[in-house]
């Protein structure tokens, strides 16, 4: 099984396991010393992504985005059935967002 690693040596192994290098992330970048910006993060992702080949961007990329869609279907679902809670509470439905 192919490995990658972080900035700071870490390794990840590429299994097509997403939430393990959104792990390896989190404390490489959230936790550590590299402080929780838009810059580090943006660094350390293109340094993960600059040692994969393409099949396994590719692969990578289809898992973020159907979880993105899961977490997107259940952010739409939730409000829905907060604004179905509050219109049998008798509060009015608020404004949509387009939706």
């Known amino acids: ?3 990658i690693t972080t900035t700071t040596g870490r390794v990840i192994l590429l299994d097509g396991d997403l939430l393990a290098v959104l792990e390896t992330l ?7 010393d590299l402080g929780t910006s838009y ?13 994969m080949t393409d099949e ?7 898992e973020s985005l159907f979880i993105n869609q899961v977490k ?3 952010d739409r679902l939730s409000r829905y059935l907060k ?5 049998a509470l008798g509060d009015p439905l608020p404004p949509t967002d387009g939706d």
Not at 39 to 51: F, G, N, P, S, V
Not at 83 to 87: C, S, Y
Request: proline share 0%.
């Open 56 to 62: 396994e961007r590719r692969a990578y990329l289809a």
């Open 83 to 87: 604004a179905l809670e509050r219109t």
């Open 72 to 74: 997107y279907e259940n």
């Open 1 to 3: 099984m192919r490995q």
């Open 26 to 32: 989190f404390h490489e970048v959230t936790v550590s």
């Open 39 to 51: 810059e580090a993060m943006t660094r350390e992702i293109a340094h993960l992504i600059d040692q």
